[in-house]
């Protein structure tokens, strides 16, 4: 079982610049998150799903575009690159969303913009 | 009100010891306290959680305390390896309807010396 995959694993874009962070899951999970991690910063959720067809924004929006087209997949779009996006991405998944719910996460995305 | 204070920020243990990370809390709307554990190049995975109405959870060398009054809970790593050595983050989550909420701590830093 491989869970929840990210690609790419480390990303350089220049300023301006655009790019698709993929983000699959194969546990069959109806719930999807983007989460960015800086330094002494902990987690910023930036986009989430409910299930297909289903997003909305989370704390830090701003610069982010996200689809869920189908179950699996919940790729994040970032359009015009800004050195304030450098960071390290995470996609997470989980089953149920209620009072005891578990993440499960994949190994993130480093991504630099110079 | 959202927040969740976590301290302290890094912790350097000697094999064998007891390793506690404290977190603290403000909003009586949390209902349910995961611990993360993140080990370098990785994602967070979900090491044990526990629910307001309980004081303790123990599970193997890791356990929750958690005091509902000083809206306070701590994770205490017994025994202390250095393969616990990773970054550890508290959460807290709000299940009310639509707000449903996971508010992440800042992370604990801990290296455990062989």
């Known amino acids: 079982n491989a869970g929840v995959t990210q690609t790419p694993k480390f990303r350089i874009l220049k300023i301006g610049q655009s790019m698709t962070l993929q983000c699959t899951q194969d546990?069959?999970?109806?719930?999807m998150y983007w989460y960015r991690q800086d330094p002494g910063m902990g987690l910023k959720l930036i986009y989430y799903s409910v299930g297909a067809g289903i997003t909305d924004k989370g704390e830090v929006p701003n610069g982010y575009n996200v689809s869920r087209s189908t179950t699996e997949d919940f790729p994040l779009r970032l359009e015009l690159a800004a050195p304030s996006q450098t960071s390290v991405y995470f996609c997470a998944s989980s089953a149920y969303r209620g009072p005891s719910e578990k993440l499960f996460f994949g190994s993130g995305t480093q991504l630099s913009v110079l | 009100q959202q927040q969740v204070k976590q301290s302290p920020q890094s912790l350097i243990v000697q094999k064998g010891g007891i390793s506690i990370i404290n977190c603290a809390y403000e909003n009586t709307a949390f209902d349910y306290f995961p611990w993360y554990q993140q080990f370098p190049g990785k994602g967070p995975a979900l090491l044990i959680a526990i629910r307001p109405d309980v004081s303790e959870k123990k599970e193997g060398r890791f356990t929750i305390s958690f005091n509902k009054s000083a809206k306070q809970f701590s994770l205490h790593i017994m025994d202390s390896q250095p393969g616990d050595s990773a970054t550890y983050f508290c959460?807290?989550?709000?299940?009310?309807?639509?707000?449903?909420?996971?508010?992440w701590g800042l992370g604990t830093s801990l290296a455990v010396n062989p």
């Open positions: 546990m069959n999970h109806n719930y």
């Open positions: 959460a807290a989550k709000i299940n009310a309807g639509n707000n449903r909420k996971l508010i």
